[in-house]
């Protein structure tokens, strides 16, 4: 086990959506066959936002050119892990931390892992979506508008 460290309140696994259904029944469970790091662990980033340092896209990124970027950020699902709820002890992945290319920023906490499975209800589905602009009821003849992020929970609902 790695050096046991604090995390935010929400911190994100990256899956591709094949294994979706498989989260859905199952929540995140560690893989003890894990060839090249801790056996059992869940890994997650300990981050509000993905970005091109988030593994897999800090490999998916490294040659392509910047207007194909947010393609492959919308490609995943985000499994917000809510951990103040959860509990669970996390530990810094030093082997991730350092195996990644250099960073604009500092990124010395941002791999994360939990030797816990992860129950589906500490779990929610973020995706990288288009902003939306969201119309509110005028009053007065004055229409107000807010902008919904582009990442965001998931309506999963409309998709099973």
Request: hydrophobic share 40%; proline share 6%; net charge negative.
């Amino acid at each position: 086990m790695g050096k046991i460290t604090s995390v935010e309140r929400y911190v994100y696994h990256v899956s591709h959506p094949k294994n979706r259904l498989s989260i859905l029944k199952n929540g995140l469970k560690g893989n003890t066959n894990h060839p090249f790091n801790v056996k059992g662990a869940v890994f997650a980033h300990n981050d509000i936002e993905p970005s091109i340092e988030w593994y897999p896209m800090n490999l998916d990124c490294i040659l392509m050119p910047m207007e194909q970027y947010i393609q492959i950020l919308e490609a995943y699902d985000y499994w917000r892990i809510d951990t103040q709820a959860l509990g669970a002890d996390w530990f810094l992945d030093e082997i991730m931390t350092k195996d990644t290319w250099p960073s604009i920023r500092p990124t010395h906490k941002l791999y994360v892992y939990t030797a816990t499975n992860i129950p589906l209800e500490y779990l929610t589905l973020c995706k990288v979506q288009e902003e939306r602009v969201c119309l509110q009821q005028a009053v007065e003849g004055v229409v107000t508008a807010s902008l919904k992020p582009a990442f965001r929970p998931y309506d999963i609902n409309r998709y099973l």
